[in-house]
């Protein structure tokens, strides 16, 4: 089996693919986007991608690609705690006028504060990913630049860490989704922590109670959204779609029938699957 992750080697997401597909093919690819045409073109059968962390909230591109591939579902769902670390090349001195520092821009603005008091007169330069950011500097053993990444990059590159856990906030995790074209195909050993659904849904036309209308549906039903987050349509303003987790399994016949209601007023539904939680080492 083939699985696609956001690269390149030794980003988070390939950590986190590395535990859930610990013996299946994994391929790197430059962007999120590339990861669900991956799956859409059926070059891969499943891809993970990052969905949302804890510091700096919902991976933007990822909700946008949910809703603009229909056929693609979430199998699985996976938390990692995430430790943002310093890295130069070898051949650097410790802290000797580092010219630039690359990251991806979360990783960036995870450790904003750190960067800022120890480094406030260094330029940050976003990168597509950490691993990447730390694939630079290695390539460049002459130039006083740094990288934000894990200790995984730091190790397949080269680097040398001169400052460990530089992340703002200790409790950082971030959460990654399974995506493929089937629901239900994914098996994995490990115990999981919960099951939760998700769904997207666009609102009728634009009317005053039109959001209470959605929610009084799971409200009286008794159901835990753990989440629930606009997206712009990208058509005008004050045009959304809504990503909404439920918690729990999808068995109970209230709970299916909840689509039902939906669409009868109006909303247009699309069920992204009900799927396992599983939470990694970092």
Request: hydrophobic residues 40%.
């Amino acid at each position: 089996m083939k699985i696609a992750f956001l690269g390149p080697e030794a980003s988070f997401t390939q950590l986190t693919a590395t535990q859930l597909f610990p013996n299946e093919e994994l391929i790197p690819k430059a962007n999120i986007l590339d990861c669900f045409l991956a799956v859409q073109n059926n070059e891969v059968d499943k891809a993970v991608v990052p969905l949302e962390n804890s510091i700096e909230g919902t991976v933007s591109m990822t909700l946008d690609y949910l809703y603009q591939t229909p056929e693609i579902k979430i199998e699985a769902e996976a938390v990692m705690p995430i430790a943002h670390h310093l890295m130069i090349h070898p051949s650097q001195e410790n802290d000797t006028a580092i010219e630039k520092i690359y990251s991806h821009p979360q990783a960036l603005a995870q450790s904003f504060h750190f960067l800022n008091d120890k480094y406030p007169d260094v330029p940050k330069q976003d990168f597509a990913s950490t691993a990447a950011a730390a694939k630079r500097v290695s390539e460049n053993p002459d130039r006083k630049i740094a990288a934000v990444a894990n200790k995984f990059a730091a190790n397949l590159y080269g680097l040398k860490v001169i400052h460990e856990n530089i992340h703002d906030v200790e409790e950082n995790h971030t959460r990654f989704i399974v995506i493929s074209k089937t629901e239900n195909s994914y098996e994995n050993k490990m115990q999981s922590i919960g099951k939760k659904t998700a769904l997207l849904i666009t609102l009728p036309q634009d009317h005053a109670g039109g959001l209470h209308q959605v929610l009084s549906v799971f409200a009286w039903r008794n159901m835990n959204l753990s989440k629930i987050e606009s997206r712009t349509l990208k058509t005008k303003l004050g045009n959304y779609f809504f990503f909404v987790t439920v918690v729990g399994d999808w068995n109970n016949v209230l709970y299916v029938n909840s689509i039902d209601e939906l669409r009868a007023i109006g909303a247009e539904v699309k069920f992204l699957g009900n799927y396992k939680e599983f939470l990694l080492e970092s």
